[in-house]
């Protein structure tokens, strides 16, 4: 983003540039390059059917890369997502089964659990000033132990779900399904928004340099805070789209997904010492990790191969990152020699 | 590190006032503070399990001590020298797993235990050293390399063993001296091998660090890399000796939970690592780097290990207990920073409103 800026005054590195800010366009030639590949081997692959299960199994990764973004932007991190989301899913299930709340309103609780969650998260983190790394893991034990407490041992099943509200994890509108329909919308706004408001541009600021930021007045505590608070609202959303998916849950939703989120914003390009990254490259990440893993289905390559293939796509990610900046930062060099 | 630029705390160096030997005096002292603390949570715990169970004071609490932390303490050692040094560690739980399986890998063709072993530790000293060479060498971010290698070494014993559990029904069985290493306790005792191999690990990493300039570098460059280097202080080659070692002790420890389990599948262990990010993170160690000492490492274990089992006695759900894992948690950051929270907050109100 910065990088972009101060690029365009240097003459003939422009597809350098070009490159950099078009990270997202990166991926997505990737995840073309893995699809047509897969679908030259079967062809089974490009069909409706297997790409509506490819959107919708990327979707809530991508969603929760969303709101993760927003805190690795600021130089935080939120490792308490997998275990949101869990909370959410159990309590939007546990209120469907008891108190037959109307169907709208699951998202709404949902929604509001995660709001809560990443409310106290960063509350602890600004207002303590203690490192958001150990206060999110504390949190990830903490919501998943409140979560295992109210679940009890029990399980949401199916039949307990109102049908409109699984709806959403299994209907298509014009082909595509309501989960990724959903998740597009969140990407565009928050893209959106964190491109153009004052606000959002300073989580970036925030990130690249907490001193400068500080010394330019912007207030630091709130606005990490806020990111905190979506982040966790946004969870609170994938865990009633995760309910709407799977139809049922137990105490063992979402586990894990903390570390693939963060896996998906990385490979997105978002910086993990913050400053850099954006949302969609996010939603993105997400999408190409999915993509691989069902390549390798239809590939017939067996599914053990996934892991491995994810952890090396993200580490080729991380330094493919280092080499282009340590590019842009020598570049930076010689032309302030040259103009000088 | 993903260090936050909101939670960098204010520590007592930078207040000024004081001379060096000050801030150092008052590091020790609320390094020492923290550690009376944790002995006096540890006794805590004890009371409150010998009160509940009669049992508690035995020695099946010793055993069951070592079966459930034994071989995750062992992944601990290394694990707090790499995070006082400012850096960290994410795909230890991965490389236990990717030894075991690969001992079980091995042991499925036709090999023996003994070289089946000698190849896990290998390949746990390669998997460190990549993990070294990307942090070190070409200079990427630990957190990002190692959440990277987690999911990497992970999918490796994926293509190992795949959905196996070794043995294989039609498997020779593990040697029973293999399996005995991690059934039985040393020499007829209720002591496992594992807290004995602990133990021993924990006076050689306290020694290395308390007593031996190598133990003072590694404070040296979690305060301040550059300054270490300027120090003569190797720093690049410290640290990838220290990502060698994790790999090695965790392979070590994926041999013994093999031992243990006397079978293996690929998913050994899975998610443990930030298990021993919190033992590490809750002895006092700093995430920052430059803070922290076995002696209270060992204490977080043992606070953890015992308050495990005290919970199981009161049949309290191992989830259920998440909730106290992370309260600790976040108490081991709150209580050193409350108080200057707390100043800031009254400062704050004392000051007349004039803007805003």
Known sequence: MTAGAIGREIDGRSWLVGLLRAREIGIVLLIAIVVIVTSVHNSHFLTANSVQQLLSGAAIVALLGVGETLVLVTRNVDLSVGSVLGLSAYVVGDLFKHEHIPVWSGFV???????????????????????????????????????????????????????????????????????????????????????????????????????????????????????????????????????????????????????????????????????????????????????????????????????????????????????????????????????? | MTSDVVARPAPARSSGNGSSGNGVAHRLRSVLRWEAGLVVVLAAVLIYGSGESSTFLTGTTLFNLGYNVGYIAIMAMPMTFIVMTGEIDLSVASMLGLSGSMVGYLWHHGWGIWPAMLVAIVVGVVGGALNGFLVVRVGLPSIAVTIGSLTLYRGIAEILLGSQTIPAPNDRPFPTWFDNLGALGVAGSQLTWSTLFFLVFAVIFGVILHLTSLGRSLYAIGLQPEAAQFTGIRVARIKFWLYVASGVFCAFAGILLTAQNASVTYNAGTGLELNVVAMVLFGGVSIFGGRGTIPGVVLSIAIFATLQIALTDQNVDPNVQNIITGLLLLISVIVPNGGEALRRLRSRLRRPPRRR
């Not at chain 1, 919308?185 to 928050?190: A, G, K, R, T």
Request: hydrophobic share 55%.
């Open chain 1, 109 to 340: 609780i949902g929604i509001a659990v995660g709001m809560v969650c990443g409310a106290v998260n960063g509350l602890i983190v600004t207002a303590l000033r203690v490192p958001s790394l150990v206060v999110t893991l504390g949190m990830l034990y903490v919501v998943r132990g409140v979560d295992s407490k109210i679940v009890n041992g029990n399980r949401i099943d199916p039949d307990a779900i109102p049908n409109s509200f699984t709806a959403v994890g299994y209907k298509n509108i014009l082909g595509v399904p309501w989960l990724a329909v959903i998740v597009a919308i969140v990407v565009v706004v928050v893209g959106f928004v964190m491109r153009s408001m004052r606000s959002s541009r300073e989580l970036y600021a925030i990130g690249s340099n907490p001193d400068a930021a500080a010394l330019a007045g912007i207030p630091i505590g709130r606005r990490v805070f806020s990111a905190f608070v979506v982040s966790g609202g946004l969870a609170g959303l994938g865990g009633a789209l995760f309910l709407a998916l799977h139809a049922q849950i137990d105490n063992s939703g979402g586990t894990g997904y903390e570390l693939t989120v963060v896996a998906a914003a990385v490979v997105g390009g978002v910086a993990i010492f913050g400053g850099s990254g954006s949302v969609v490259g996010a939603a993105l990440g997400a999408l190409l990790l999915n993509t691989v893993s069902q390549a390798l289905v239809a590939s017939r390559v067996s599914s053990f191969w996934n892991d491995a293939i994810a952890g090396g796509l993200l580490l080729c990610a991380i330094a493919f990152d280092r080499w282009l900046s340590l590019r842009v930062t020598r570049s930076l060099l010689s032309a302030e020699r040259s103009t000088a």
